[in-house]
Nanobody, 125 residues
Framework: QVQLVESGGGSVQAGGSLRLSCAAS????????MGWFRHFPGKEREFVAA????????NYADSVRDRFTISRDNATGTVYLQMNRLEPEDTAVYYC??????????????????WGQGTQVTVSS
């Protein structure tokens, strides 16, 4: 069993930065691809970024490429999402997820093994 707990959300003005953290626990967590998704009201969860189990492979949505950076520390079981140059359009609930790489990056939401509880990010203009 893998448990994911997000933190680091909050409110920031446009152009600012936030860093989200996802504390992952469980005996097999280091084997999973990890990803960040976000949810806008009335829409399906949207892929934001992913990182492979080794940390060498990364993938980003076009809307956040060059602004967001995903990283992981397998020693502590933590996945980070550094968000820079935030825009009001980035306002959403952000979720951490764990699963096979192809499932995370396609994405196939119904086949993602584990989700965190979500953390709110609000960007004001």
């Amino acid at each position: 069993q893998v448990q994911l707990v997000e933190s680091g959300g909050g409110s920031v003005q446009a152009g600012g930065s936030l860093r989200l953290s996802c504390a992952a626990s469980g005996p097999t967590v280091s084997l999973y691809g990890m990803g960040w998704f976000r949810h806008f009201p009335g829409k399906e969860r949207e892929f934001v970024a992913a990182i492979g189990w080794s940390g060498y492979s990364t993938n980003y949505a076009d809307s956040v490429r060059d602004r967001f950076t995903i990283s992981r520390d397998n020693a502590t079981g933590t996945v980070y999402l550094q968000m820079n140059r935030l825009e009001p359009e980035d306002t959403a609930v952000y979720y951490c997820a764990a699963g096979p790489w192809v499932v995370i990056t396609t994405p196939i939401l119904t086949q993602i093994n584990y989700w965190g509880q979500g953390t709110q990010v609000t960007v004001s203009s």
